[in-house]
């Protein structure tokens, strides 16, 4: 209930997009600012870096770099800092971190782009592919 205190405030709309860039700007250094209290809540030390995370949110932004509407960016800059929020305040869970940030959508990636298989032994394999589910 300590999280519904401090609920996210829904700024006025930007003026011009010169405006809205400086508040995805703004944005971007809060989000910044709150990874070590991020990896601190979540004990994410052992499978992620800050530098990690900060490209991972730096992706997230530049994936929406060609939208020019104001009112769109406004609405897209609510909705990351609504996630911030539940972030900070430990709505999510670990796996839901490290699941949309650490991993993202790609999944487990190797360096030299082929998809890294999980350590499972020589059994549940046969188990897998012999077995239908």
Known sequence: MAFMARAVKVPPNSASLEE?????????????RSLPTVMHIYHLDEVVTISQLRSSISAQIRKNAKVTNPKVIDMLLFKGMEELNNVVEHAKQRHHIIGQYVVGQEGLVHEGGSVKEPNVSKYLKNFYTTNYF
């Open 20 to 32: 809205a860039r400086q508040r995805m700007f703004e944005f971007f250094k809060t989000a910044c």
